[in-house]
């Protein structure tokens, strides 16, 4: 094979990428990434001594952070990137081993140099633990990155990213330990969505309740797809009096739900659906595209020369706006003024913005329709969603729930049924958004409120069933958040991680309640019986 890559839920045969990635990424890619990777390890076995001996560099907490994010599903296809990281990795670990040296100790730590690349673990059961546990690690950082973009941090967190990276070069651990470094990787990956909430809510507001509209306007407009608010404020306030219009893509929907954005007239709305239809949407909006985070499909001949990245993503042929205090946006912004405006694809509205503050807010309200009947079951739909035409189970799943069940969802999952006309128990909508991924942290909250109020013991006590599903690593942090928190029974689709092995799968199903998904009449029996 030329490549092993089975981080995503696309991975071929449900196995592994051996080619060329189902996502684009190509052989060489693939090995940059790996070798990118394995360098961050080492790099982190460094710094984890150096601070021991009081060496601090913080310059190491940003590098690992921005580098584990730019491996991550959809994030970076530019070859020369992962070369530049891979070159400065290698200068940090050798500054390091100047200062461990200067420090008088033992410079010549064991790097595993052999360990490059998924397949370099023989042991089918380690391998995938320390898998599980690098993809946690590179969804924490993810929503870390996001987090540090608006002066919020945590060194703990940068700490435990680092110490389960240099874990994996470490040969005495276990399949206890790793499962256990898992379920601490959970601890922090909570920490890390509370601290990202913390961060936007507080420079942005609490979520509100809203109409957003996804229809279009007559001006020419810019698209903003991904995950980060700091790119959308900064845009926002560049766009202001041009006559240009902001339209959020994808997770980056739940911008709209935020009071500091309201006031800027000229941002029109959402437009499109999740990450995996950008082809069609992105040729049709007419105007430029931003891509904030990860989630590219690899662009067509007819948008590329609109498209534009910033931040950790990249392309190759791809303009990238690079960081700055503010960032200039003015390149995309003249050139959406010589484009089009977008042509309309759908009309209407959808609802949004139940994040925890505001569902709390209805706390009363909630709470008697469940004492009363009127809401039986709880069911967080939150995750991901795909191309596989499988999701599509996600769609009927939602169409036949009871009509007395409610959808907690986060995530581009709410786009296989947030335009449906599903409608409301005594006025609460029956799909209740929090936002983008990161805001599952959001639906724990909603989840342990309940738990407060209905003076039960056990979060599994509550009418709230789990049926998930999962694309890509930020996923798979919320998945071990979960665990942490004691959260059981939760179902995956539309297939279980080709990195879990059998016996780690086992282990999951038998101490978790982890299962997977089958047909939705099945399913939705099975649920309300749990």
């Not at 994030?75 to 990281?85: K, L």
């Not at 902001?246 to 990450?275: D, I, Q, R």
């Not at 989840?447 to 998930?468: H, Q, W």
Request: glycine content about 8%.
């Amino acid at each position: 094979m030329s490549m092993f890559c089975y981080q995503c839920q696309e991975a071929a045969g449900c196995k592994g990428c051996t080619v060329r990635g189902v996502c684009g990424k190509t052989e060489d890619l693939a090995r940059k990434q790996d070798l990118l990777i394995y360098t961050l390890k080492v790099v982190s076995l460094y710094n984890l001594k150096a601070t021991s001996l009081n060496i601090v560099n913080k310059e190491i907490d940003k590098f690992v952070m921005d580098s584990l994010f730019a491996t991550i599903t959809n994030a970076n296809f530019d070859e020369d990137i992962f070369s530049t990281r891979i070159s400065k990795g290698l200068e940090l670990k050798e500054e390091l081993k100047k200062q461990i040296s200067a420090a008088g100790e033992n410079a010549d730590l064991d790097e595993k140099p052999n360990a490059v690349g998924v397949l370099s673990t023989e042991n089918e059961d380690i391998r995938s633990l320390r898998e599980l546990l690098t993809y946690g690690i590179k969804g924490m950082a993810a929503y870390m990155k996001h987090a540090t973009n608006l002066n919020y941090d945590d060194e703990n967190i940068h700490a435990f990213m680092q110490k389960a990276l240099a874990a994996t070069l470490d040969d005495t651990l276990g399949a206890d330990e790793l499962v256990a470094l898992a379920l601490e990787c959970g601890k922090y990956g909570v920490d890390a969505m509370a601290l990202l909430d913390k961060a936007n809510t507080s420079t942005y507001g609490n979520p509100e309740i809203t109409k957003v509209n996804i229809g279009v306007r007559n001006n020419p407009g810019i698209l903003i797809s991904g995950h980060d608010l700091k790119d959308i404020e900064e845009l926002l306030k560049q766009t202001e009096g041009t006559g240009v219009d902001v339209y959020t893509h994808s997770e980056m929907l739940a911008a709209n739900y935020y009071p500091a954005f309201k006031k800027y007239s000229h941002f029109a709305g959402n437009y499109g659906n999740a990450w995996w239809k950008q082809n069609e949407e992105f040729e049709s909006f007419n105007g430029p595209i931003l891509m904030t985070t990860n989630c590219i499909v690899p662009p067509k001949a007819s948008y590329v020369d609109r498209m534009y990245t910033t931040g950790i993503t990249g392309y190759p042929g791809v303009k990238h706006i690079e960081d700055g205090e503010p960032k200039d946006f003015s390149a995309i912004i003249e050139h959406a003024k010589k484009c089009q405006s977008p042509t309309e694809i759908e009309k209407g509205e959808i609802i949004g913005g139940f994040a925890h503050n505001q569902v709390i807010a209805l706390a009363d309200k909630v709470v008697e329709a469940v004492k009363t009947g009127a809401i039986k079951k709880f069911y967080v739909m939150a995750g991901c969603d795909g191309r596989a035409k499988s999701r599509n189970y996600y769609t009927e799943f939602a169409e036949k729930l009871p009509k007395d069940a409610v959808i907690l969802t986060a995530g581009c999952a709410k786009y296989k049924y947030n335009k449906l006309n599903l409608g409301d128990i005594g006025g609460i909508p029956r799909v209740l958004d929090a936002g983008q991924c990161n805001d599952s942290y959001s639906l724990v909250v909603i989840a342990l409120k309940l738990k407060e109020v209905f003076g039960l013991s056990d979060i599994n006590e509550l009418p709230i069933a789990y049926n998930i599903a999962w694309y890509e690593q930020k996923a798979v942090i919320v998945l071990l958040a979960l665990l942490h928190l004691g959260v059981k029974n939760i179902h995956l689709g539309p297939t279980l991680p080709a990195f879990l092995s059998p016996n780690v799968a086992k282990v999951l199903v038998d101490n978790f309640g982890i299962g997977g998904i089958t047909n939705v009449d099945d399913d939705i029996k099975m649920f309300e019986n749990l």
